[in-house]
Structure formats: C-alpha cells, structure tokens
Nanobody
Framework: QVQLVDSGGGLVQAGGSLRVSCAAS????????MAWFRQAPGKEREFVAA??????YYLDSVKGRFSISRDNAKNTMYLQMNSLKPEDTAVYYC???????????????????WGQGTQVTVSS
C-alpha cells in the first residue's frame, strides 16, 4: 500500500500561483494513473486533473491554467496552478490507482490511495 502526503497549499490572491505536491512512500511510483481532486465546502469531490500513461487530462475550467506533472525520481506528483480564481478555493487531494483502471479517470472510485488533502484558498 502506498502512502500519499499532500502539501503546498496556502492563501493566495486571485491571479496568483501555487504548486501543490503529493509525495508517495511505501512503494515507488508506477505507470498507473494518478490524479488530483478537490472539494469545496458543501460540494462533492471534483476531478481536477489526471496523468495516465503519459497523457494528461483536465477539468475544462482549469485547462490552460493548471498543469499536472510527476517526478518519478522523487516519487512526487505536482499540480502547478496559475491564474488562480476564488472558485478554485478547496481542499486538494491526490489519488493513485494500483492498477490500470477501466472506469473513467475523473471518477474517484478509480483510485485506491488518497492523500490527506491540502487547503488552497484564493482571495478576491
């Protein structure tokens, strides 16, 4: 089982940037899918971005602003967030699958391991 630790959240003004990180321990990164989700107060967990087989996928509202990447040597995944908006405020969670998945990458049920989350707050 892999343990995921999310970090890098914080408070930023609208238009600013943040990079959140997901450090994995327990086993090395594999080629299986990984993703970022977010959850705002009173809302359901929402897909943000995924990496699978070298291809990246994004929620429409973050395309062109967010970028998902992995550093396999450091066993760490990143989400670079630029041009942040108040509506991006949420707790951000990383997620990892233990095998190839047949369900959609934007479905939380596709992932087996989750980070504890890191708060991102964007002020207007």
């Amino acid at each position: 089982q892999v343990q995921l630790v999310d970090s890098g959240g914080g408070l930023v003004q609208a238009g600013g940037s943040l990079r959140v990180s997901c450090a994995a321990s327990g086993r090395t990164f594999s080629r299986y899918p990984m993703a970022w989700f977010r959850q705002a107060p009173g809302k359901e967990r929402e897909f943000v971005a995924a990496w699978s087989g070298g291809t990246t996928y994004y929620l429409d509202s973050v395309k062109g602003r967010f970028s998902i990447s992995r550093d396999n040597a450091k066993n760490t995944m990143y989400l670079q967030m630029n041009s942040l908006k108040p509506e991006d405020t949420a707790v951000y969670y990383c997620a990892a699958a233990r095998s190839w998945v047949t369900s959609p990458l934007n479905n939380p049920d596709s992932y087996d391991d989750w980070g504890q989350g890191t708060q991102v707050t964007v002020s207007s």
